[in-house]
């Protein structure tokens, strides 16, 4: 059972508390004994500061509480923006970002320097080392992701707003007539995706898919001049982008009366759908709940049909961590915020997929996707 959605329980105006997340991240540098991280990352660099320019390097030493020490360096393009989205760090200006707090790091005597060893180039890490005088760069991965996993009332706030515009942008698509006979693939993707941006989107998540008749068979089917025909299952998987957050929604639609065939396999994976976001749980593992919800499709004798993970986590991406498949590691937290989305997908024929975004509740997840996950004839 779902926990309810109340509109006003986030703030989505608040401004995130970014020293208490950089607090977070020095607790995880004593406990990995570094003195230091760079962090070069730039949804990382947001998600610590708030900054959202394109080059951008930020150093944080792990027994900094007073953060004298913790610094950004962007280049002179950013002179402004830098002061006015991070007005409590000190600000370098250099283009070489990276160099710069390796430079700074160095004349500090800082000791070991951890780095994103997940995003750092080779050759940028040779560079770095060469600078890097009585320092020890010590590759370390994920640190930051791991917070990012753990949702604050802010972040929850921003998804929902996402949410509420994909939502929003659906059900104006319908009550237009916009699904329908004759249009194209494209036609309702870019037409879907517009809706999005009048309801509030600042940006599309992805590219949007819509998927008609056989095409609805592949999983991540691009949109193409291909016209939607009655009898058709159209599957639409979109989402939209609000103050840096990513909604994600699945749903798949029958133009005109379903055939039998139809009615079952879209059952089978409502029923799958359920399943999975009913062990949705903190403390529950992964593969657990990809079991969950892949065991409806397998009893059914579909599960060679089911070619993809369950969900994955969503935020300042469209996937992150975690990720809920057969081969997932790691245990669901309260707060995290995951996709379930269960499909089967019959090759030349057509498949159904239905998806929502929801947080991790001990008292049950948070729905955040509110549109009808009903079999929806269009007629």
């Keep these: 059972m779902s ?13 995130p508390n970014y020293a208490l997340r950089r607090a977070n991240l020095r607790n995880l540098l004593v406990e990995n004994r570094i003195d230091a991280l760079l962090v070069t990352d730039l ?35 950013y002179i402004t923006q830098v002061g006015v989205q991070v007005p409590d760090l000190r600000a370098e200006i250099n283009r070489a970002s990276a160099r710069r707090v390796v430079e700074i790091a160095g004349e500090w005597q800082t000791g070991r320097v951890g780095f994103e060893s997940h995003i750092m180039t080779v050759e940028q890490h040779r560079g ?25 009332a802010y972040e929850v706030g921003r998804l929902a707003a996402a949410c509420d515009a994909a939502d929003a942008a659906l059900a104006t ?14 036609q309702v993707a870019r037409e879907l995706e517009w809706l999005m941006f ?32 009655t009898g058709d299952f159209v599957k639409l998987d979109f989402g939209a982008v609000v103050g840096g957050y990513h909604s994600d929604m699945t749903r798949t639609f029958v133009l005109g009366q379903p055939s039998a065939w139809q009615r079952e396999i879209y059952d089978l994976v409502y029923a799958a759908q359920q ?19 892949r065991k409806v499709i397998e009893a059914a004798g579909h599960g060679e049909l089911f070619v993809h993970g369950l969900g994955h986590g969503v935020g300042l991406q469209i996937h ?30 057509g498949g159904v997929r239905i998806e929502d975004t929801l947080v991790v509740r001990k008292g049950g997840p948070e729905l955040l996707t509110h549109t009808s996950k009903d079999l929806t004839v269009v007629d």
């Excluded at 926990?3 to 401004?15: E, G, L, M």
């Excluded at 770095?128 to 009585?134: C, P, R």
């Excluded at 992150?320 to 024929?349: N, Q, W």
Aim: glycine share 12%.
């Design 3 to 15: 926990a309810d959605h109340d509109p006003n329980q986030h703030d989505p105006a608040q401004r």
């Design 43 to 77: 949804i990382n660099i947001r998600y610590l500061t708030g900054f959202t320019g394109s080059n951008a390097a930020l150093l944080v030493y792990a027994w900094d509480s007073s953060e004298d020490r913790t610094i950004i360096c962007t280049d002179g393009r």
């Design 128 to 152: 770095l080392s060469a600078l890097a005088t009585g320092l020890e760069l010590v590759g370390v991965a994920g640190l930051v992701e791991q917070l990012r996993m753990v949702k604050d």
């Design 173 to 186: 698509l319908l009550e237009r007539g916009g699904l329908r006979p004759g249009r194209t693939e494209r």
């Design 198 to 229: 009048e309801h509030g989107a600042e940006a599309v998540a992805f590219e949007t898919i819509v998927a008609a008749g056989a095409n609805s068979a592949v999983p991540h089917h691009r949109p193409t001049e291909a016209v939607l025909a």
């Design 275 to 293: 399943a999975g976001r009913e062990a949705l749980a903190p403390g529950v593992s992964t593969k657990a709940v990809d079991a969950a919800s």
């Design 320 to 349: 992150e961590a975690p990720g809920i498949a057969k081969t997932g590691t790691g245990t669901l937290l309260d707060g995290v915020a995951v996709t379930v989305e269960p499909g089967v997908y019959f090759p030349g024929r």
